[in-house]
Structure formats: C-alpha cells, structure tokens
C-alpha cells in the first residue's frame, strides 16, 4: 500500500525532527496500537527507545513471554519486562468491587511505569498509540455531561506530571489505518488481527475476588476457547471472545466421583466500535465440542455456560 508506505516515511521523519538525540519512553501493552507507536519509534530513533512492557499478572497464558520474545528477538528494541504480578496480585487480595479494581489496578499501573522510567537516563519524551477518534473524543465530550459505566485506565496526566513531552504518531490515524501501518512495518498478520484485551485484563473477566487459582484456571480454559475459535476458523468473525470464570462452585459428576468446581462463561461477541455488540451464533455441536475439551483439559472447571446477552444489556466484559 503506497500511502502507508508514504505515511510511515513522513512519520520517521517527524519523530526524527521532534525528538533530535533525546531518550524516548514507551509503555508497551502488546496491543496494536502501542505496538505500531513502539516500532514505529524504533525505526526512526533506534536505541534512543526504551519501552516497559507492564506486566500485573493479569495477562493471558504465555502472553507476556510472547509479546517480549518478539519484541526483543524480531525488532530488537530496548525492552523492560516489568514484572510485577506479585504487586498488583497483593493488592488486589480481598478486592470484589469492578470499579475497586480498575482504580487499584490503574494506579498501580502509573506507579510501576514511572518507577521504571525514573530508571531511564534522560529521557524527554514519552511515546503515546493515541489514534485519531481518541482525540476528537476528547475534545467534543470534554466539559458536557457523561455517564461513566467503566472507568477505562490509560496514562493521561502522566506526561505532566514526569515533566515529559509527547510523542504521538498515531494521531491521525483510525484503527484500521494503524492496521495497515502495522503490516507496512512486518507485524505479523495473526498479531494485527488480534481481539481487544482490556487494560485490566483478567481481573474483569474474574468476578469477585481473584485469586491465583482462579486465574490459573481461567488462563487454561481461555486459552483451549480460543484455541477451538481458531480450530474452526471463526477468530477473524468474531470481535471479542473469552472465558470468564464466575465466583461460584457447582456440583459434577466425573467417574464414579462427585465434583465441585468452578462455573465458566464464555463470551463471543460481533461488533463494529465495541459500544453495541450482539453474542455469536456458534453451532451447538461447536459449543458442546468445546465444552467437552474445556471440562477434559482444565483441572478445576466442571460446568460451562454460553453468555447470549447483547450489549445494550449487557456489557462486552463481565464487570
Ligand atoms: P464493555 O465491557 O464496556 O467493553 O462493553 C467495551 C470494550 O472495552 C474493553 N474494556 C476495557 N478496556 N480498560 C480497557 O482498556 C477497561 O477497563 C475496559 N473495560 C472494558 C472491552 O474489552 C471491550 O473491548
């Protein structure tokens, strides 16, 4: 695509001119947008970057290991692992309040990443995947009414407040944009094409209280869900799709024994921005075959329900 490659040109070289011989920071999720901001930086700026990669513990099986393997073995760049799943997984003990969480895990999440970025000599600039509707967001609702259903978490007050200059060369970018930017610097397809995963991760897909056990059990029964999606071909049809384990134990049958385990949801969801959605309509032999290998395959899990609510009612996440 010509214009991306025009495009990714003029964006180095902007970057170039902006930041001069100055250090640069990056919070790296693992997510499109962050990631595309991240490589973009590196090409222009080289080893003036360095990026924190966060991680609370809440992340999907093996996401952490993956993200920072590709990272520092395909590009090379200058990565801090931050791991700090004993931190967050502390303070969160006893926590059962959705919006509790967000907070705890949204303040911890500033802390962490200026902890590491003081860490960082010189460093000017702090890079930032803002797109071009997060902008105009900002501006239009800015002062009018709004009702908050979900504290979202991001960075914002943060640059302010470390004294840092922003770099953002996603700004005049729609998602599908950044996309194809993201193709343009040789992320991988299956990367690209990836599900949203919300800033709290798992901690929202564990209602009530999280504990390690539970998200043990929810990272392995996530993992075979997806698995099955990809199995079946249905991963780039749907918009959104996990497993929530839910705070309450039933009694199974396994053998000639009895069981008492853990209930899963699973949620599959189209949609367009994420703000309407409707459940995926799997097949029922779909649904039975990954119950089958969820209940088989992952210690813990004894019965398995289907969520068919839409959003509006519902919410995409659980909490
Ligand atoms: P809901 O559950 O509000 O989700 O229907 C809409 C989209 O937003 C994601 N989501 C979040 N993303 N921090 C995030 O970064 C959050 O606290 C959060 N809550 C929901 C959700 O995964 C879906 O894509």
Same mark, same amino acid.
């Given at each position: 695509?010509?214009?991306?490659?025009?495009?990714?040109?003029?964006?180095?070289?902007?970057?170039?001119?902006?930041?001069?011989?100055?250090?640069?920071?990056?919070?790296?999720?693992?997510?499109?947008?962050?990631?595309?901001?991240?490589?973009?930086?590196?090409?222009?700026?080289?080893?003036?970057?360095?990026?924190?990669?966060?991680?609370?513990?809440?992340?999907?099986?093996?996401?952490?290991?993956?993200?920072?393997?590709?990272?520092?073995?395909?590009?090379?760049?200058?990565?801090?692992?931050?791991?700090?799943?004993?931190?967050?997984?502390?303070?969160?003990?006893?926590?059962?309040?959705?919006?509790?969480?967000?907070?705890?895990?949204?303040?911890?999440?500033?802390?962490?990443?200026?902890?590491?970025?003081?860490?960082?000599?010189?460093?000017?600039?702090?890079?930032?995947?803002?797109?071009?509707?997060?902008?105009?967001?900002?501006?239009?609702?800015?002062?009018?009414?709004?009702?908050?259903?979900?504290?979202?978490?991001?960075?914002?007050?943060?640059?302010?407040?470390?004294?840092?200059?922003?770099?953002?060369?996603?700004?005049?970018?729609?998602?599908?944009?950044?996309?194809?930017?993201?193709?343009?610097?040789?992320?991988?397809?299956?990367?690209?094409?990836?599900?949203?995963?919300?800033?709290?991760?798992?901690?929202?897909?564990?209602?009530?209280?999280?504990?390690?056990?539970?998200?043990?059990?929810?990272?392995?029964?996530?993992?075979?869900?997806?698995?099955?999606?990809?199995?079946?071909?249905?991963?780039?049809?749907?918009?959104?799709?996990?497993?929530?384990?839910?705070?309450?134990?039933?009694?199974?049958?396994?053998?000639?024994?009895?069981?008492?385990?853990?209930?899963?949801?699973? #949620?599959?969801?189209?949609? !367009? &921005? *994420?703000?309407?959605?409707?459940? @995926?309509?799997? +097949?029922?032999?779909?649904? %039975?075959?990954?119950?089958? #290998?969820?209940?088989?395959? !992952? &210690? *813990?899990?004894?019965?398995?329900? @289907?969520?068919? +609510?839409?959003?509006?009612? %519902?919410?995409?996440?659980?909490?």
């Amino acid at each position: 695509d010509w214009t991306m490659e025009a495009y990714r040109e003029q964006a180095i070289a902007a970057i170039r001119e902006q930041v001069g011989d100055k250090q640069v920071i990056c919070a790296l999720s693992g997510g499109v947008d962050s990631s595309v901001t991240a490589i973009l930086l590196h090409e222009a700026i080289g080893d003036q970057l360095t990026c924190v990669f966060v991680d609370h513990g809440l992340l999907r099986l093996n996401e952490a290991t993956e993200v920072v393997k590709m990272f520092r073995e395909s590009y090379n760049l200058n990565l801090i692992h931050a791991d700090e799943s004993e931190l967050f997984l502390g303070k969160l003990e006893g926590v059962s309040d959705p919006e509790t969480k967000r907070k705890i895990i949204g303040g911890l999440f500033i802390d962490v990443f200026q902890k590491y970025a003081n860490d960082i000599e010189g460093a000017e600039f702090l890079a930032q995947g803002t797109l071009y509707p997060d902008v105009i967001e900002s501006v239009s609702f800015s002062g009018g009414p709004s009702v908050t259903i979900k504290s979202h978490h991001n960075v914002g007050g943060l640059p302010e407040k470390m004294g840092l200059k922003l770099v953002e060369p996603l700004r005049e970018l729609f998602k599908d944009e950044v996309r194809a930017l993201g193709h343009e610097l040789g992320l991988p397809a299956s990367f690209i094409g990836r599900h949203p995963f919300p800033g709290p991760g798992l901690a929202i897909r564990c209602p009530g209280e999280i504990t390690r056990e539970k998200l043990t059990i929810l990272q392995q029964a996530d993992a075979v869900y997806i698995d099955q999606i990809r199995k079946h071909g249905l991963y780039d049809e749907i918009w959104q799709a996990f497993a929530a384990i839910l705070p309450m134990r039933t009694v199974g049958v396994m053998g000639d024994g009895r069981t008492y385990d853990y209930a899963l949801a699973l #949620r599959a969801v189209t949609s !367009v &921005d *994420g703000m309407t959605a409707d459940y @995926y309509p799997f +097949t029922h032999e779909f649904l %039975g075959e990954t119950m089958t #290998r969820i209940i088989n395959e !992952v &210690d *813990g899990i004894n019965r398995v329900f @289907y969520d068919v +609510t839409s959003k509006p009612p %519902g919410t995409i996440e659980l909490e």
